[in-house]
């Protein structure tokens, strides 16, 4: 049974830092992009980053609104994948989920939720002003 289960959520002030981490198991991911989606309260769910799969470190693209703030990272040996989120801003209060698919990282900005492969349970961001 596939899962992915996401941690390091929580309430933070604003301009302050989480890091968020998401355990795979029960396949091996390779050639799979993983990546984070969020969603708010009363909001559509959106696309933050997501990493490719390379052998030596995949490649990483992110969401206009949280470039430059948000580093995200994976560990092929361990299945994981991590996401730095630095300079939060209340704005970010979501509750993160953890995502993996064959769809290439490049291409998760415009990919359709409905069709992601797995999704974790997701874990609660909140921001503070």
């Known amino acids: 049974q596939v899962q992915l289960v996401e941690s390091g959520g929580g309430l933070v002030q604003a301009g302050g830092s989480l890091r968020l981490s998401c355990a795979a198991s029960?396949?091996?991911?390779?050639?799979?992009?993983m990546g984070w989606f969020r969603q708010a309260p009363g909001k559509e769910r959106e696309y933050v980053a997501a990493?490719?799969?390379?052998?030596?470190?995949?490649?990483?693209y992110y969401a206009d609104s949280v470039k430059g703030r948000f580093t995200i990272s994976r560990d092929n040996a361990k299945n994981t994948i991590s996401l730095q989120m630095n300079s939060l801003k209340p704005e970010d209060t979501s509750v993160y989920y953890c995502?993996?698919?064959?769809?290439?990282?490049?291409?998760?900005?415009?990919?359709?939720?409905?069709?992601?492969?797995?999704w974790g349970q997701g874990t609660q961001v909140t921001v503070s002003s």
């Open positions: 990493v490719t799969w390379r052998l030596s470190g995949g490649s990483a």
């Open positions: 029960g396949r091996t991911f390779e050639n799979y992009a």
């Open positions: 995502a993996a698919d064959t769809a290439d990282g490049s291409r998760w900005n415009v990919l359709p939720f409905g069709s992601v492969r797995y």
